[in-house]
């Protein structure tokens, strides 16, 4: 692959992007999209080309918002990254720039072809975007707080195909469970973050508790979601474990990189707790590709 595209690349964080679709498949079955026997239709429907417009806007959301936090970060990546592609000099500085405002602007865009009500949460979602990369995450509890409120807007975003948001108070599982991750990453560079990594695991705790509240409360799925919350906790608690009895930059990169790809699991789990058990199976089709691709792009 030519170097300067596979730069570009790198930028958008390939490996991540299954999460974001992920969070739309659990956000729409949150939002009532898919019930029982009616979700093989809703595919050939004309919900079907809302619910792509909506899978595709958040993966460029989210890679514009990955893009842009490269450009704000260009000065520190320089000391603490020099091997990423804008300090590398593989990507100008200002087409990156131009880069990542052009995917967001497609992001949001995509979204208001869905309905008003998707395309300001997008717009919504932009902005907390760029506040989190151009100034919370320098300040201390508001970093992890401003990039959880992300996730939560774009699982919002999912539950807006239908524009029922009985649910939305839900949104506060993955800023909680962002929180728990952007505090461990806090010590990538320099390891030394045991602290971090104990409130992480009780934050971890607080999400799964939560998502069986939710299932034994408001559906008849809890065997279901109890299957696939055991899966959720073993991928991110093994390498949490272990980066707590060896505090070294390495293992707190693979606990980072535990809790991004298995946000695709709690989805899973969210997602056949409202809709069928199978749909969970779906959502959990992205994983292996979110696994591929941290085999050849970085997930941090």
Do not use: Q
Request: include cysteine; charged fraction near 10%; glycine fraction near 10%.
């Amino acid at each position: 692959m030519n170097k300067v595209i596979l730069g570009y690349a790198r930028l958008a964080r390939p490996a991540n992007l299954p999460t974001a679709a992920a969070d739309i498949f659990a956000g729409a079955a949150i939002g009532g999209l898919f019930i029982s026997e009616n979700s093989l239709e809703v595919f050939a429907s004309e919900l079907g080309l809302s619910f792509l417009l909506l899978t595709v806007s958040s993966i460029f959301l989210y890679a514009g918002g990955v893009i842009m936090n490269d450009v704000f970060d260009y000065r520190l990546d320089l000391i603490e990254r020099p091997e990423r592609p804008i300090p590398s000099g593989v990507v100008p500085l200002v087409s990156a720039s131009i880069f990542g405002a052009v995917v967001l602007l497609l992001g949001v865009t995509m979204a208001f072809f869905v309905s008003l009500a998707s395309g300001a949460i997008a717009t919504a979602l932009v902005l907390s975007i760029l506040l989190y990369d151009g100034l919370a995450k320098k300040h201390g509890f508001f970093g992890p707080l401003n990039m959880g409120v992300c996730r939560g807007l774009n699982l919002i975003l999912g539950m807006s195909i239908l524009g029922m948001f009985s649910y939305a108070w839900l949104a506060f599982i993955p800023v909680v469970y962002i929180f728990a991750i952007t505090l461990i990453s806090r010590g990538e560079v320099h390891g030394d973050n045991k602290g971090h990594i104990v409130l992480a695991g009780v934050l971890y705790s607080v999400v799964i508790l939560a998502i069986l509240l939710a299932s034994f409360i408001y559906t008849e799925s809890i065997l279901g979601t109890f299957i696939y919350l055991g899966l959720f906790a073993f991928m991110i608690f093994r390498p949490l474990i272990k980066a707590y009895k060896d505090n070294s930059p390495k293992n707190i990169k693979g606990a980072v990189m535990g809790g991004v790809i298995s946000l695709i699991i709690m989805d899973a789990a969210l997602g056949a707790s409202f809709s069928v058990w199978w749909y969970g199976l779906v959502i959990l089709l992205l994983l292996p590709i979110s696994k591929g691709l941290a085999r050849m792009f970085a997930v941090t």
